[in-house]
């Protein structure tokens, strides 16, 4: 992992104004010859109407792209906001040295040939993270596009493609340049244009967060949209994705999401995204919403760049064709969206106002002959009924209807309320022209087909959902953290990565996860005392750290029934270890088999592992997963949301268990590994599970430390 | 279920010919007022250019639309291919006897108020449906659109829609005219257009089957897409789609597949989609290949129009941006293809010929800066390369790079081949219009998005692996047929509809379904002689029709260990039933709990269903369903296909179960329920399945039949 940079600069609003809103740009490697990068970004600037000054570098030519040109960016008269370089990759490091003895104050280099291609150009990479670090100069790049700005008065296109620079309100941060390209292109198409633009390439200094962090408070951003593949740095992503989120819609596309496309991210960008990170839970933690294909990430932008987010799921739909009223609802539901019946009240209003053989129910048909007054009434009942947070209005224009009218009426009950609305028209586009023309003057996302505004309509209510969650927060129980710290520190002191049975005992106790009754014991004697105690039947185990898998080894006996039963295991077993120690346990009555567990993910905390044990976990990887620390209600989720969940509820008359517990063990454990980090695997596997919460514990625990670096949590 | 017509009318080729290629169409309810069906249909027709004679009939005016105008149908002289009637619901059967008098050929009905509304419109279609039958006059609709067809020897826009007639290889069949629509419009817009058009609404009497097999015979239709809200016939479906399917490529659009999406239905055609089909398994059962959005079917469509099916699911992709070679890999994947490692003398030869940066595996990563050439010989190795079956390209057009060249050096390599490509070209449109241009031409798809790309070439795998599956041939044991025929028959002239347990036995035993031993007993002392001869511990049960829950009516004891307790057991027993029988069962051994069993689907036959028992059906539905008859592959896959399968290899040490044993029973499971088409339900649960499979026995059987109507199967 590289090393971290100083969040206040990353937190500084506008830290980046230079680079998104340069006043002056020089391009050093400018050039005449038209198939040329340094060619290309001057005729970009130029084309676009960039308002700052442009200086073409050139070590011979007198003018480039009819501009006059200089010898050295040392001969650049006032200052340089944005220095592209695009000279070959030896040369960068003595232009990015002539770029901070003229105060040059951020630098994109365009050139390849760094980080991307190992060895040599690693070594380039951070010589000039180094000069421009010493230069108190920004690096943006190597080996990227650029950025884009569509702000009026800025209108930089400091960048070597070709997409037209369409005023909007959507920001796009791409690692890829090309996907950021198809992105803005997309866009541009859809209608919806785009703020600012960015691809940082390697990355080496001005991270996608950083850029997030700037947009997060830049106005005219509505929407941020970002494409990663590879996380550089985990925590400083999961930090700023947190913080932006809650204040802006920020949409990711998840890409390298099989084996086969994360071999390909390799393969394109030399690193893994954080080997095992599980980006999905990291994105959702944050509060970012995913998606899986480039046009569902841009439909979906437009709807979030120009609505207000839906209360909830539940969606209402206006159709004039009773097909498309079909695909809307099953599009809805496979959306994750709630498609319910209307109240009796709305039923009652569409009944009385729509054609007798309209259907009134969700969706509602207001059929193919209704009029501009028919959608005006169903959509206005529906924008005031409280049963639906959403309303998707499909229009199939008929020959014989009023078009324009009806679009004029949707409108007119739709535009700018507080109520989520999405809009599908159907129709010949040259021929309806004016009829899709006002709908999207007014705002109201338009889309060519009821799934398409189904899926974005969806992920707002994701989006929402995120947001209700972000008010749930952990509440730690109270937990004698210093005696459990104190285990740890003396393991990793002692280079032990694995704790013993007692060490995991007392960092259970500490946490007040409930543990089945046992004894460490060092010989026969204190073991048959120890059986005494907890009364017949036990269990004995091994406890050494040489003897890793216990029951393979022999190390475990179960339902041992009297001491004569106990002296004879003993035997058996103190020979698999020199010196071992030994557990005796109470044997617990049968009860419901849980995993639960943690693990560390390097750079962004620890994540919580519950599930059933045997072939639940084993064959059917029924298995959920969240971020530590859970709130209550996260934990209660995660309780619910396995397939098996029947089972604790009790199922076929056997008795189920006690959920709440259940819940209450995932916080603690996940309060445990926040407050100690250096561990880096937990197991309870499994938990013995009964109606009776008093009764739950877990029987078998594994605790490995992490012995080198520790990661910070997230809070 | 409607009458069945006779399968030799459908199946005439030319049978449909006045229909869609109509010499003379007249118009009954013509009319002068723009906003009017009679008025549209006259003008659509001539802007078409359509090649035939039109006859405006109305009752008052001399032209109609500039044409001379009837006034009726009776005065139009010449035959008539096809008569549009347009009037009022309650006027349609007077026009129709008119139509029937003057020898037209067909009508299609665009009025609505039909069986659509229930009640008196249920009785006018019958009423239609007669009269058109008697005068041998086919009808199309009611509540319809009507039919287009973009020959442009024919030219005819029978309808009242304005979609441009626009040539195209694909024809269009759908029951909601909206969605019929959206998707030629569609078609249209991504430059497919489209070959013949029908939206038959109620489909009283010529259906969408009975189209698609004419359409099996229309050279010009490559590709047919359906869309089907409800099935009046599944068994008319069935037949033609398989027939069909095997001719050409059958998409169907699915809609109605979440509970609120039927609900839809049922308000929109008034019919549920024979309630209780399972219509997934249904099209995969005919070939059709289904798709759940309107987009990407018609994005699929135009691949299956131009390019040959793959021969697997193996895909190469080339791109020149490392970031959509990952996102086509994460599609393709996704998509149900494979992305695997390129052979060792394709790699080398990229490696030769392509810029030492490039990334050899798969994707091939040609670079931004790939030159023609490279292009060229990137596919040029793929195209001969046996590593693949299907091509997956993209280019994002860099302005440095000659686009055209390596448009024209895709063709070159890939267009009229016996590999199928997908080429993914992400530009500004405008200015790579020749790029685009050259491409398409050639007749290789082009697509926006990989992600389009990847689910068309998936849809193609998915149809490959279709076709590969049909020449899988359901395989007869030799059974005694007889003998289960003569239960059958025996109870169901009895009106018993539940078998008894020495009914179920004789018809396993005909079918070598293997059961556990068991002996039918009247009283105690034919119990105790059987447990005497089958050896203790034993399970006794009772058997009478009356006691159908007989676990829950403490009608079953297991384990029964002697004769003592056998009498005890049997003595509890008697009084559940008046003058029972009981069974005396061989206790097995504990072994993997299986269910199988068969449903009767009406109208197509049975559908045979495989799963584990207890919690695995219960509680995670891992449960499996095939059409009857199976083929032995078939049943292998079934097996193959539950997520607890690795339970049947034996998990964790345990024990696993001779799965090709399983195998034999599903298919000899759907031989029966095809021979005795009587059967509704059949359920051996549980079938208890040993690694020795001499051992493998049904424990528990239970069959019911219809006494009524019998549906038969579909070969």
Chains 1, 2 share one sequence.
């Not at 920004?138 to 005023?167: E, H």
């Not at 590879?230 to 999961?238: I, K, N, Q, T, V």
């Not at 060092?522 to 059986?531: I, R």
């Not at 995932?666 to 250096?678: F, G, I, T, Y």
Request: glycine share 8%; hydrophobic share 45%; with cysteine.
């Amino acid at each position: 992992m590289k090393e971290r940079r100083d969040p206040a600069v990353i937190n500084k609003p506008a830290a980046l104004d230079f680079l998104f809103k340069p006043k002056s740009v020089a391009v050093i490697g400018a050039s005449n010859r038209p198939l040329t990068i340094g060619y290309r970004i001057l005729r970009n600037l130029s084309e676009s109407g960039y308002k700052g000054a442009v200086y073409p570098v050139h070590p011979a030519e007198d003018t480039v792209g009819g501009l006059k040109a200089y010898k050295s960016i040392l001969d650049v008269p006032g200052g340089v906001d944005v220095a592209h370089v695009v000279v070959k990759s030896a040369l960068v490091p003595a232009a990015l040295e002539e770029c901070g003895r003229n105060s040059v104050r951020s630098v994109i280099v365009n050139t390849a040939g760094f980080s991307e291609t190992g060895g040599e150009g690693l070594a380039l990479e951070k010589k000039i993270i180094k000069i421009a670090a010493k230069a108190k100069m920004r690096l943006f790049g190597p080996n990227c596009q650029g950025i884009m700005n569509s702000d009026p008065l800025v209108r930089a296109y400091c960048n070597f493609t070709y997409t037209k620079l369409q005023r909007g309100g959507i920001s796009v941060a791409a690692q890829s340049g090309g996907v950021g390209e198809v992105l803005i292109q997309r866009l541009n198409t859809l209608g919806a244009g785009f703020r600012m633009y960015a691809s940082n390439g390697n990355a080496a200094d001005i991270s996608i967060p950083e850029i997030m962090s700037y947009w997060a408070d830049d106005e005219e951003t509505k929407v941020i949209l970002i494409h990663l593949e590879s996380l550089a740095d985990p925590e400083e992503f999961m930090e700023i994705a947190s913080r932006v989120g809650r204040k802006k819609p920020v949409l990711a596309l998840r890409t390298g999401r099989t084996a086969e496309g994360s071999r390909a991210v390799v393969s394109h960008t030399g690193r893994l995204m954080g080997s095992g990170v599980p980006l999905e839970l990291m994105l959702e933690k944050c509060g970012v919403v995913s998606f899986r294909d480039q046009d569902e990430l841009c439909q979906a932008a437009v709807a979030f760049a120009s609505q207000p987010l839906p209360k909830g799921k539940r969606v209402a739909i206006v159709t004039n064709t009773g097909g498309h009223g079909i695909i809307a609802a099953d599009a809805c539901v496979e959306a994750g969206l709630l498609v319910p019946p209307l109240p009796d009240r709305t039923r009652e209003a569409l009944k009385a106002g729509l054609f007798p053989e309209a259907a009134a129910g969700n969706p509602v048909d207001v059929l193919a002959t209704a009029t501009p007054a028919h959608y005006g009434l169903a959509l206005g009942e529906l924008m005031k009924d409280g049963g639906a947070d959403s309303v998707l209005v499909t229009f199939i224009t008929p020959f014989f209807v009023d078009c324009e009218g009806v679009a004029r009426e949707i409108v007119k009950a739709c535009a700018g309320k507080e109520k989520t609305v999405a809009a599908v028209i159907m129709t010949d586009k040259a021929r309806q022209a004016k009829t899709l023309e006002i709908v999207k003057e007014s705002g109201i996302p338009v889309y060519d087909f009821p799934e398409t505004a189904a899926k974005a309509l969806g992920a707002m209510a994701r989006l929402a959902e995120y947001r209700a969650r972000s008010g749930e927060t952990f509440e730690p129980f109270d937990v004698d953290k210093a005696a459990a710290r104190a285990v740890v520190t003396a393991a990793r002191k002692a280079k032990r990565a694995v704790l013993g049975a007692r060490e995991c005992a007392i960092i259970l106790d500490s946490y007040g996860i409930p543990r089945a009754p046992a004894a460490n014991c060092a010989n026969l004697e204190d073991c048959l005392s120890a059986a005494g105690k907890l009364g017949f039947p036990v269990v004995l185990k091994i406890d050494s750290a040489s003897v890793i898998h216990k029951t393979e080894a022999g190390g475990v006996v179960l339902n041992i029934k009297d001491k004569k039963e106990l002296a004879a295991k003993f035997k058996g077993m103190k020979s698999l270890a020199p010196r071992p120690r030994f557990l005796v346990q109470k044997q617990l009555p049968a009860g419901i088999e849980i995993i639960a567990g943690a693990r560390a993910v390097p750079g962004a905390g620890h994540v919580i592992m519950f599930g059933l044990g045997g072939v639940f976990v084993e064959v059917l990887k029924d298995v959920v997963f969240q971020f530590a620390p859970l709130s209550e209600q996260a934990a209660r989720r995660m309780v619910a949301s396995i397939k098996s969940h029947a089972i604790l509820e009790g199922f076929r008359g056997k008795a189920g268990a006690d959920t709440e517990k259940l819940a209450e063990i995932l916080v603690k454990l996940s309060q445990l590994v926040a407050d100690l980090p250096e561990i880096t695997e937990l197991d309870l596997n499994p938990v013995f599970a009964y109606q009776d919460p008093s009764k739950t514990a877990a029987v078998d625990v594994r605790i490995n430390l992490n012995l080198s670096t520790v990661h910070r949590n997230i809070p």
